[in-house]
């Protein structure tokens, strides 16, 4: 059983998702977000968006939950204008975790402010044994010594890693 420095995080859950290697460099610490546009435009439509909410409860430095409306029902705010898998496991991931500390009887929905949409997520049991085998290939991914080799693809052009990657 590999056994980590750090936790594994709702964002590394998304990396996981989106790219192996982005994964990789976020666990250790390698960071660009600040020269990309995509990012500044995330933070503009999260700090636009819901402006009322209690924002960004952070639960062991493990789980950044956007907002909770009521007291059963959490939120997570996405700028993408599309719904993704990969925002979906991390919210799952947030109710697993909860979970894992005793917190039942919740649930989370993702909002989407540039799609006026919103998507309810809830956990069964098949959802946790997805997620814990996922949380074991991702200890096994940061645990490289080296970033994952990756294809060149779609999302590469906007990812704030793109530079480091391939040029
Ligand atoms: S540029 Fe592409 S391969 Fe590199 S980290 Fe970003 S998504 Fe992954």
Not at 12 to 29: G, Q, S
Not at 67 to 87: G, R
Request: proline share 2%; net charge positive; hydrophobic share 35%.
């Amino acid at each position: 059983m590999i056994i980590l420095e750090k936790e594994i995080t709702g964002v590394m859950v998304y990396y996981y998702m989106v790219c192996k290697k982005k994964l990789w460099y976020f666990y250790h610490e390698i960071s660009m977000e600040h020269t990309n546009d995509n990012v500044y435009i995330g933070k503009l439509i999260d700090e636009e968006s819901y402006k009322r909410e209690n924002k960004h409860i952070n639960i062991d430095n493990v789980i950044n939950i956007d907002f909770i409306k009521t007291k059963k029902i959490l939120h997570e705010v996405k700028k993408s204008n599309k719904i993704e898998e990969a925002s979906i496991l991390q919210v799952k991931y947030y109710l697993y975790y909860l979970k894992k500390k005793g917190v039942i009887d919740i649930k989370a929905k993702i909002d989407y402010p540039l799609l006026k949409q919103s998507v309810d997520i809830e956990i069964d049991e098949d959802d946790e044994k997805y997620i814990q085998e996922t949380l074991d290939k991702i200890k096994e991914i940061v645990s490289l010594k080296y970033p994952p080799k990756t294809d060149k693809k779609k999302i590469c052009k906007s990812c704030a890693y793109y530079d480091l990657c391939f040029i």
